[in-house]
């Protein structure tokens, strides 16, 4: 089993800033791809970036130049640095882990609320 526990969610207004942070834990042997979805209320799961272990990472078009993917493989960790937070950026933020011979976790989600 893999356990995500996320971090970092809050309410922000609208130009501020956040860091979301999961760690992943358990019987972790490689790590894939480390993410972040999100899902607004009333609307589908959507990706908003990721990261590989090689470093390759891809964002959703509505975040691109705004916010950042990185992380930390030594410690398990992905973190998400959003700036310049809209209020369309609200939602529920989920930690997505996928492993190299196929298994994915999720993480129990953070919210996120940015108020205009």
């Known amino acids: 089993q893999v356990q995500l526990v996320e971090s970092g969610g809050g309410l922000v207004q609208a130009g501020g800033s956040l860091r979301l942070s999961c760690v992943a834990s358990?019987?972790?042997?490689?790590?894939?791809?480390m993410g972040w979805y999100r899902q607004a209320p009333g609307k589908q799961r959507e990706l908003v970036a990721a990261?590989?272990?090689?470093?390759?990472?891809n964002y959703a078009d509505s975040v691109k130049g705004r916010f950042t993917i990185s992380r930390d493989n030594a410690k398990n960790t992905v973190y998400l640095q959003m700036n310049s937070l809209k209020p369309e950026d609200t939602a529920v933020y989920y930690c997505?882990?996928?492993?190299?011979?196929?298994?994915?976790?999720w993480g129990q989600g953070t919210q996120v609320t940015v108020s205009s």
């Open positions: 997505n882990v996928v492993l190299r011979v196929g298994s994915m976790y």
């Open positions: 990261a590989t272990s090689g470093g390759t990472t």
């Open positions: 358990g019987s972790i042997f490689s790590i894939r791809t």
